[in-house]
């Protein structure tokens, strides 16, 4: 699939009512955390469980697995690594079905891919492991007094992708205006796999007009293979892998 920037969902809002009040001592809130590391998932229960009112009820060592906790258990929180394969997915389907009351991310990712996304997709908190994990009692206690918890470097992190896609936007709209129909609709066939004598036969040229289109098609992405082409006009919104 292309990456292309989404309209901005409005960020989910917590209901300080909603969750226990930690306050007087009186609640407890229930935290669910998602590692493939057990000295991870450890740390976690023991930084909870200085802080009172905060009890880990379940560790989990896959995102499934945290999805389908969260399910059962309906938590106030839920840790997880985006390091898992299905990490972003798993914080998509919690934050969207509302399984947990928050969603903190405590990771080693710091790619501006991953920060954004997590971001656009409503988490409370993004911590990194390497500077929170000792405190990430404290950090989920201060999300669940409905702050949002993330370092200004993150923030920046953030911000700078949010800037790339915007610029990516902007050369994939100059480039889709300077190529033709005929040219674009071989670009969508270059990305489905066909060869030249394929693409030949489906429009009803010749495959020597087929590598025409294509070389001009070259010139105006800045490329030189078909790989290239495909690539650039993937992360240029201009076409969609299936």
């Known amino acids: 699939m292309a990456v292309r920037p989404e309209p901005e969902r409005p960020q989910r809002v917590i209901d300080a009512g909603s969750l226990p ?3 007087d001592g009186g609640g407890v809130a229930t935290i669910v955390v998602a590692d493939t590391h057990p000295i991870v998932r450890g740390a976690v ?6 802080i009172p009112g ?7 060592d896959s995102a499934p697995a945290l999805v389908a906790a969260c399910e059962e258990r309906r938590p106030d929180v839920a840790v997880l690594d985006l390091s898992f394969p299905e990490g972003l997915e798993a914080v998509r389907e919690l934050t969207e079905r509302r399984l947990a009351g928050a969603v903190v991310v405590l990771t080693d ?12 997709l409503g988490v409370q908190a993004y911590l990194v492991k390497a500077s929170a994990l000792g405190s990430v009692g404290r950090q989920i206690e201060r999300v669940l007094r409905g702050e949002r918890v993330i370092s200004p470097e993150l923030e920046r992190v953030a911000v700078a992708e949010l800037g790339r896609f915007a610029q990516l936007a902007r050369e994939g709209t100059q480039v889709r205006a300077r190529l033709t129909p005929r040219e674009h ?3 969508v ?16 040229i010749s ?3 087929v590598e025409t289109h294509v070389g001009k098609l070259y010139r105006k992405l800045d490329v030189r293979t078909r790989v290239q082409a495909v690539s650039r006009a993937v992360s240029l919104g201009l076409i969609e892998l299936r």
Do not use: H, K, N
């Open 109 to 120: 990712r710091t790619d501006g891919p991953a920060v954004l996304e997590a971001l656009r």
């Open 45 to 50: 229960r023991l930084s909870c469980s200085s």
């Open 207 to 209: 495959p020597r007009t």
């Open 21 to 23: 009040d930690m306050g």
């Open 54 to 60: 905060l009890e880990v009820v379940q560790e989990v």
């Open 189 to 204: 066939m270059l990305g489905r796999g066909y060869t030249t004598q394929q693409i030949a036969t489906r429009l009803g």
């Open 185 to 187: 609709e071989i670009l």
